[in-house]
């Protein structure tokens, strides 16, 4: 099983940023395709963005499209959600994932029961 680790969640108020980050452990992440979602509480997980492993070809979900970008920085074994504008309704976990049978073509179905390895979550709250 891969073994990432988000971390940059916080409390900030509307219209804030916040970058979050994922970082692998074991094993070298340029190779994956990473999924980024988030859980409210009492809601089903949502996917929020993808990243390929090759090009760079990047997805977003229409909730977040403009507001957060998706990168990677393959040197430091990394991936980012850069999250701008913030809204209340942004509040959740996020998570990032990876399998090594989720290319960026099936990770743009956004289904988590494709993906086999999970972050721990890291808590993202958008409140004034």
């Known amino acids: 099983q891969l073994q990432l680790v988000e971390s940059g969640g916080g409390l900030v108020q509307p219209g804030g940023s916040l970058r979050l980050s994922c970082a692998a452990s074991?094993?070298?992440?340029?190779?994956?395709?990473i999924g980024w979602f988030r859980q409210a509480p009492g809601k089903e997980r949502e996917g929020v963005s993808c990243?390929?492993?090759?090009?760079?070809?990047?997805y977003y979900a229409d909730s977040v499209k403009g507001r957060f970008t998706i990168s990677r920085d393959n040197a430091k074994n990394t991936v980012y959600l850069q999250m701008n504008s913030l809204k209340p309704e942004d509040t959740a976990v996020y998570y990032c994932a990876a399998d090594p049978q989720v290319e960026f073509r099936l990770c743009v179905f956004f289904d988590p029961g494709e993906f086999g390895s999970w972050g721990q979550g890291t808590q993202v709250t958008v409140s004034s």
């Open positions: 990243i390929s492993s090759s090009d760079g070809s990047t």
């Open positions: 074991g094993f070298t992440l340029d190779y994956y395709a």
